[in-house]
T-cell receptor, first 116, second 109 residues
Framework: GAVVSQHPSWVICKSGTSVKIECRSLDFQATTMFWYRQFPKQSLMLMATSNEGSKATYEQGVEKDKFLINHASLTLSTLTVTSAHPEDSSFYIC????????????FGPGTRLLVL | RKEVEQDPGPFNVPEGATVAFNCTYSNSASQSFFWYRQDCRKEPKLLMSVYSSGNEDGRFTAQLNRASQYISLLIRDSKLSDSATYLCVVRNQGGKLIFGQGTELSVKP
């Protein structure tokens, strides 16, 4: 099946720093990628939909100035958590449709962020 | 009310047992339905899609009842490797995936 990668797989940072997470589709082109966040023992929550060449669409309650999304190419989307705080510590997961059919959405392995 | 609700867990069962998970969704216009499996500290992986006619994949059987907005997953002959969190997922009219909280399954020897 299609492969989606994320980098880094985990990051620990000090409060106030910014963290960039990359999401790549390795063997297909993704015009749309999705960013999710998952807190312990909770479900995945969609943060935003990333569209290649245009602005991301954010879900209600997600601050667009805090979670900057850039989808510069058909294989790369980045999420930058600006001025991270301990409450931003979470598991961030991206996903993309491979384009083979609407059923086929592949998830990246996730990035675990810990803000001290 | 959450858009997708699942049985609270955890489910602790012996190897070989049959276990059933239930899920309800609130949006009657939801279009597609899935069960995903998520292992600890990993990303979710598609287990199977769910169709109105019901579908089976080996030891796994999924059912959908659109009238009652209910989805189920049955696992027969549980294996140790089935231990994971099972996520009920619904695709809404806008194409977004809505995840349930998940039900944790622990299969013991």
């Amino acid at each position: 099946g299609a492969v989606v990668s994320q980098h880094p797989s985990w990051v620990i940072c000090k409060s106030g720093t910014s963290v960039k997470i990359e999401c790549r589709s390795l063997d297909f082109q993704a015009t749309t990628m999705f960013w999710y966040r998952q807190f312990p023992k909770q479900s995945l929550m969609l943060m935003a939909t990333s569209n290649e060449g245009s602005k991301a669409t954010y879900e209600q309650g997600v601050e667009k100035d805090k979670f900057l999304i850039n989808h510069a190419s058909l294989t790369l989307s980045t999420l930058t958590v600006t001025s991270a705080h301990p409450e931003d510590s979470s598991f961030y997961i991206c996903s993309a449709y491979s384009g083979e059919g609407e059923e086929t959405q592949y998830f990246g392995p996730g990035t675990r962020l810990l803000v001290l | 009310r959450k858009e997708v609700e699942q049985d609270p867990g955890p489910f602790n069962v012996p190897e070989g047992a049959t276990v059933a998970f239930n899920c309800t969704y609130s949006n009657s216009a939801s279009q597609s339905f899935f069960w995903y499996r998520q292992d600890c500290r990993k990303e979710p992986k598609l287990l199977m899609s769910v169709y109105s006619s019901g579908n089976e994949d080996g030891r796994f059987t999924a059912q959908l009842n659109r009238a009652s907005q209910y989805i189920s997953l049955l696992i027969r002959d549980s294996k140790l490797s089935d231990s994971a969190t099972y996520l009920c997922v619904v695709r809404n009219q806008g194409g977004k995936l809505i995840f349930g909280q998940g039900t944790e399954l622990s299969v013991k020897p």
